[in-house]
């Protein structure tokens, strides 16, 4: 079994970040209607918070509902915002158990007015946790968020509460939804396809990639453990040489 040594764990991810894909393919390839993957997935999803929580991981951000899946067929994308209902109703107390706190990040308007209620509940209730950060993207879509912080940082500007001229990066990285979680370590993305599809292309830009063919209902603890173990084997280099790396210690 693969295994995350004694000594890999100070080199775990600090956020892990996930494109939970292939639940349609999986109930394809069994003759079940989609609506049943995305049940399986769902499963899957609790046992990959229960895991992050063991293992000390302090965030984990899951793509759950790309702002470009509002397209789907109007019955997929109904069926999909009822499991995320009863999703967080029921996880909430497990999430109170084990010192979970929730985050969306997203564009939350569009979504239904009783899905919203949940995720407030749920957001309000956690807040004063202090484990895992377990973060859905609902909504999402990295570029209409990229647009959506240069909009505030211009409304401040026009303000004259802040000065385009000295705008860092950090300063920028307040306006996005994510502001306040640190960037992503290790992205992992299922169901073979190996793509971003819009997900955090800002936040991603020197996270480690993993792709496993597996479909999200099957990705499987081992699974997890493997792409932990893969990201631990990586030398991340931020632009520096090997050399310079060694040399740092
Ligand atoms: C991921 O599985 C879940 C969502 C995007 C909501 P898909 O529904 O994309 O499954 P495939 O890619 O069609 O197999
Ligand atoms: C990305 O999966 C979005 C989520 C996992 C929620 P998609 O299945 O929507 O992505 P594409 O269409 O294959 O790029
Ligand atoms: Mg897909």
Redesign the pocket.
Known sequence: MTDVTAAGRDKMPHHLAII???????A?ARMLP?LM??RK?AETVRMVVDECSKLGIGYLTL????AE?WSRPMS?VSA?MNLLKKYIRMEVPRMMRDNVRFNVIGNRNDLPEDVRAELEDAITTTAGNTGLTLTLALSYGARQEIVHAAGLLAVDVAAGKVDPATVTERDFARYLYTSGLPDPDLLIRT?G?MRISNFLLWQLAYAELYFTDI??PDFSRQELLKAIADFQSRERRFGLTGEQLKARG
């Open positions: 939970m894909d292939g639940n349609g393919r999986w394809k989609r993957g995305h997935g793509f759950a509902f790309s899946n997929e999909l169901s396809e479909n999200w």
